[in-house]
């Protein structure tokens, strides 16, 4: 048996000024003062059984209660995980639970009435199966899903989802909002494989393949894609280590273009800031993204400690890879935010 429990006390003050702004698609947000101070309380308790019935299988069951003193809301989510030895070297797994989590104290604290918000849940479903290919290389393959529901929206822009807001408008906060309701709704399904070789003599790596979908449901009742709907992601990492002085190795990563929002360009241009398109969201996507990093390590062993010199190249090969569009002011007109092209690093690392 296994058993915890965990308490926290939130202090969040806020003093923040909004101005009047032009809201995502356009429409006229009015100056906002938000002086709040947030006082909570979150406590949390959990408890699993695990129980080997037969020697190939092994089952746990667990409960996790919480309790937010904000909107005073109880949860109780129940969980399960079981695991079958087929053989030796093969063995199937599935597991699933629901899942809570409390909203940001940023939006919490915009509106009394927030308090009446259910906190967002979900419902996470994962089926393995893993397969020894020699003594320490293992091939895995999992297929999951997971359901999202009690999500925030705000009914004056029923075709954004509000928790990705940081990322379609490229802050790291939260807007102000009038207005919220809890009907929002998303998923995640996929599959990913993965052959991993552990360090037996001289080689390691990794590689591992997923295809997977993440939509939502916002407002308005419409299904569209997440601005993390990649679809395709590839990854090939690895290394060689001839001896405990040197180590030579490497990581590609290969990951389809995410959805964006493209701007509405008239919009855009009369008012001179970013204005999206509410009639194409998510609709266009960024180039897909790749970019190769390779490192050397070179060490050098004294009695009592190391020292260690590397150097590596980020994106070796230069790919332009698009960060994000935006709306350039000065010229008035849509731009582009490249993430890095290449970049070198090196380094002193001391062991003791």
Do not use: C
């Not at 429409?27 to 909570?40: F, G, M, S, Y």
């Not at 989590?101 to 393995?128: C, D, F, M, R, V």
């Amino acid at each position: 048996m296994e058993f915890g429990l965990e308490a926290k006390h939130l202090i969040s003050d806020f003093d923040n000024l909004y101005g009047e702004y032009t809201g995502a698609v356009g429409d006229t947000v009015p100056a906002a003062v938000l002086k709040n101070r947030l006082i909570a309380d979150k406590l949390g308790a959990f408890f699993n059984y695990i129980v080997q019935p037969v020697s190939p299988l092994t089952a746990t069951f667990g409960l996790r209660a919480d309790y937010f003193s904000w909107n005073n809301e109880y949860t109780a989510a129940p969980r399960f995980a079981v695991s079958w030895q087929l053989t030796p070297k093969t063995a199937i797994s599935a597991s699933g639970g629901i899942f809570y989590q409390t909203l940001p104290a940023l939006l919490l604290s915009q509106n009394e009435q927030y308090k009446n918000l259910k906190n967002p849940a979900a419902n996470h479903y994962i089926l393995g199966v893993s397969h020894l290919l020699t003594a320490n290389t293992q091939l895995s393959l999992e297929l999951y899903e997971k359901d999202y529901r009690n999500f925030p929206v705000d009914p004056s822009q029923p075709a954004l989802f509000l928790i990705d807001e940081v990322y379609y408008r490229n802050t790291n906060f939260f807007f102000s909002h009038d207005q919220l309701t809890d009907n929002g709704a998303a998923y995640s399904r996929g599959a990913e494989v993965m052959v991993q070789k552990k360090l037996a003599k001289e080689f390691y790596g990794l590689a591992s393949a997923s295809y997977f979908r993440t939509r939502y449901k916002g407002g308005d009742g419409k299904w569209r894609d997440r601005v993390f709907d990649n679809r395709a992601i590839f990854s090939i990492e690895g290394g060689y280590k001839p001896n405990n002085r040197w180590e030579f190795s490497m990581r590609w990563i290969y990951a389809g273009g995410v959805p964006y929002t493209p701007f509405d360009q008239m919009q855009s241009w009369e008012l001179n800031r970013a204005v999206l398109d509410e009639s194409r969201v998510n609709m266009d996507r960024y180039p897909d993204y790749h970019s190769l990093n390779v490192r050397f390590d070179k060490r050098f062993l004294f009695d009592s400690s190391n020292l260690v010199f590397y150097f590596s190249v980020w994106n070796a090969y230069s790919r332009k890879n698009v960060a994000a569009y935006f709306w350039k002011q000065k010229e008035n007109k849509q731009d582009i935010i490249y993430q890095w092209t290449m970049l070198p690093v090196f380094g002193l690392e001391y062991e003791f």
